[in-house]
């Protein structure tokens, strides 16, 4: 009786920690000559369903941030958990979209690109993974081009196909690092809703870098404001309320003018 | 006072485009001239003639026979087979240093990629024996492995693996840093990370690096030969040439070089042309 009892307060417990927890997370880059503190004791919790982003000016360290999430970047102190285990090394649970588009294997053709990740980790045989990347590039409306290769797209396509071999993964968090910078005003405002549009199909849990604080109003439910030089968190904001039909109202324009100020007038 | 034309607005509904007019075709002629291959044999063939007629003029065949005396005395050395045998020497040889070579230039590159010691190991190495011509080691590989096969794999190895090893290290060294992290990102480690990742990557350095050691091999192959080649009776191509010129058969000499210089051709044209057309070209990581 009283395991059992052990096991539901465990359950409960799982149930109501936040996915991903960032803790007192100091990072450091080391250059040749010396240290660089890329952000300073940082703590945030992302909820599971949350499109978290990570927003502010360059320098602030969001993508140092995103970077240790994933793995690649160790801790100089502090910790980042994910459902209460330690991340100490990249792995397939947390993708990573980035902004070049070279992120994509120029010798595989869009399809097996997105099935690569599956067959790579080990998830899947390859005719499984194939199909599953069909089904996944079909998400994305590009499955007329899985037998082209990426130097044959467009930007915005190329980063659908990355967007596309994330999902296809099924990871706990899903990590993008400003990954419609690099895009035209016009195809990165349809990707932004392509995405919101996928979330509301899949209900991922999002963790976004942006230095646009639209993009962060857009996109976010949560959105972490970080001060640059090093990051240090200088507001946690709601932006539940804004999406693509509020995009210039007046409740819209106030918040951005907020973010702003916190972001620069310090 | 400025003064502008009121400008109306418009909206204008788009009606669909006529169908494409058809591109009036190249002439035929005009299509073959676009053709690189034509245009060079068109140069060849006025160099044949140009020899023939100094040939000609000048009247010795035993300094300088004519292009076509050369081409009857490489024919029918063909069809007796000779000329066959001599290049199957060669090649068979050329292979083996060639396969070892790449191996093992693959092989440390591997582990120069992976580890600071292999790195280190690795640029020394190449900073040493790269501008050493590969040929120049013979004396002391007869001197080891004696008058055999054993003496010309060394020296072949020698040509192959340095050239290889530095471009197969500059190809990984080249790979950029966000397709390493989305390799790493999938839980690549290791020997998989290096086969699945950073080989193809690096596809485009790796085979011009097995371009140049394809031409260093075949050059200090032959010249090996020249030096000697009459191991065990059975010469190849090299060998051919100098007994040709022992026995004063110019022509032969002649023969044996249009040999050398065709092969040399063909596996450039056929083997790495088509290996980077179908790879690198086609994924768009080389023009």
């Not at chain 1, 993008?176 to 005003?185: I, N, Q, S």
């Not at chain 2, 950073?198 to 032959?222: D, E, K």
């Amino acid at each position: 009786m009283a395991a059992t009892g052990a096991q539901e307060q465990q359950a409960l417990a799982a149930a109501a920690r936040p996915l991903l927890q960032v803790r007192d997370l100091t990072l450091e880059y080391r250059s040749e000559s010396r240290i660089v503190r890329a952000t300073h004791e940082v703590s945030f919790d992302v909820l599971s369903g949350d499109r978290f982003v990570l927003l502010g000016a360059s320098g602030c360290g969001k993508s140092s941030l995103l970077k240790s999430v994933a793995g690649f970047l160790p801790p100089r102190s502090g910790e980042v958990l994910l459902d209460g285990r330690p991340v100490t090394e990249p792995g397939p649970d947390r993708v990573v979209v980035f902004q070049e588009f070279d992120q994509l294997p120029p010798w595989k053709r869009v399809l097996d690109n997105v099935a690569f990740g599956l067959i790579a980790s080990r998830q899947c045989g390859s005719d499984e993974a194939r199909e599953r990347a069909a089904q996944a590039l079909a998400t994305v409306g590009l499955a007329q081009a899985a037998d082209a290769y990426p130097h044959q797209l467009s930007g915005g396509m190329k980063q659908r196909v990355a967007i596309a071999r994330a999902l296809v993964m099924r990871p706990r968090v899903l990590l993008m690092d400003e990954p419609f910078a690099a895009l035209d005003a016009l195809t990165r405002r349809s990707l932004q809703e392509e995405l919101l549009r996928l979330w509301q199909e899949l209900r991922f849990t999002l963790l976004f870098v942006t230095h646009s604080i639209e993009e962060a109003l857009l996109v976010g439910n949560r959105i972490l404001l970080l001060s640059p030089h090093p990051g240090r968190v200088r507001a946690e904001l709601d932006a539940q309320a804004f999406g693509f039909g509020s995009a210039g109202s007046a409740a819209f324009q106030a918040q951005q003018q907020r973010i702003h100020r916190l972001l620069f007038e310090l | 006072m400025s003064y502008v034309h009121p400008r109306p607005e418009f909206e204008r509904e788009l009606p669909p485009l006529p169908a494409p007019s058809v591109e009036a075709p190249l002439h035929a002629a005009r299509r073959l001239w676009q053709r690189d291959g034509v245009r060079q044999v068109v140069v060849l063939v006025l160099i044949a003639a140009a020899w023939e007629l100094a040939a000609r003029w000048a009247g010795n065949d035993l300094l300088l026979p004519g292009f076509l005396q050369a081409a009857q005395a490489w024919w029918s050395d063909l069809r007796n087979g000779e000329l066959l045998a001599r290049t199957g020497v060669s090649l068979s040889l050329l292979l083996q240093g060639y396969a070892l070579g790449t191996a093992l230039a693959l092989t440390l590159s591997a582990l120069a990629v992976a580890t600071r010691p292999g790195r280190d190991v690795l640029v020394t190495l190449t900073s040493l024996f790269n501008p050493l011509p590969a040929i120049a080691l013979l004396p002391l590989a007869l001197l080891w492995f004696g008058l055999g096969q054993g003496s010309l794999v060394f020296v072949l190895v020698h040509a192959v693996l340095w050239p290889l090893a530095l471009s197969t290290l500059s190809g990984f060294q080249g790979v950029p840093e966000t397709l390493r992290m989305a390799g790493r990102n999938y839980g690549l480690r290791g020997l998989r990370y290096v086969l699945l990742i950073l080989v193809p990557a690096a596809l485009p350095a790796i085979l011009s690096g097995l371009r140049i050691g394809w031409a260093f091999a075949w050059r200090t192959l032959i010249a090996a030969e020249l030096f000697f080649g009459a191991s065990s009776g059975r010469g190849g191509l090299g060998w051919y040439i100098f007994q040709s010129r022992n026995e004063l058969l110019t022509d032969r000499v002649f023969a044996g070089l249009a040999t050398v210089v065709l092969i040399g051709w063909l596996v450039e044209r056929c083997v790495f042309d088509t290996v980077e057309r179908l790879t690198v070209r086609r994924w768009g990581m080389q023009r």
